[in-house]
């Protein structure tokens, strides 16, 4: 086995990481505003941040690693298109997921907790169905289609 093989399958480990974390958030973001109970709202919020904390950051950090290994071992070049577009797109993604939908999540996990073993108040509701937060949430998600695609098609290579 070459270097090069084993650094795409480290990149892609990665990327099967940021697909499984991407599936559980955005099944924990449907399922949110459809529950009724504060307890749900607490487990589910919880799942969120687990799997973006551990389960997004665990896949950047490997992509990354081996994404750098890659342009290295293939003759690539940092300054090719496809390669600056998905970094730019890395930090949109990092500070939307990380710097809006997590404390969003945190905000409700909080307003959740507060209520105890009560149903969801009007106020949670209202958090719990930010449109904001719903949009947010749907732009990650196309963004992951954008990096499988920026990857695959490799434009302007």
């Not at 990481?17 to 459809?34: D, K």
């Not at 809006?100 to 009560?118: F, I, S, T, V």
């Amino acid at each position: 086995m070459s270097s090069a093989e084993v650094y795409l399958y480290g990149h892609l480990l990665g990327v099967f990481i940021l697909v499984g974390a991407a599936g559980l958030s955005t099944g924990a973001g449907i399922a949110l505003p459809r529950s009724a109970s504060a307890r749900t709202v607490v487990m589910l919020t919880k799942m969120i941040r687990y799997s973006e904390l551990i389960g997004t950051s665990t896949g950047i950090v490997l992509v990354l690693i081996f994404g750098f290994a890659l342009v290295g071992e293939l003759d690539y070049s940092m300054g090719d298109p496809w390669i600056s577009a998905t970094f730019a797109l890395i930090i949109v993604v990092l500070g939307l997921d990380h710097g809006y939908l997590l404390r969003q999540a945190r905000k409700a996990h909080d307003m959740a907790e507060a209520l105890g073993d009560k149903p969801v108040s009007e106020e949670l509701k209202a958090q719990l169905n930010n449109p904001m937060t719903a949009a947010v949430g749907m732009l990650l998600d196309v963004s992951l289609l954008v990096f499988l695609w920026l990857m695959i098609a490799k434009p302007g290579a």
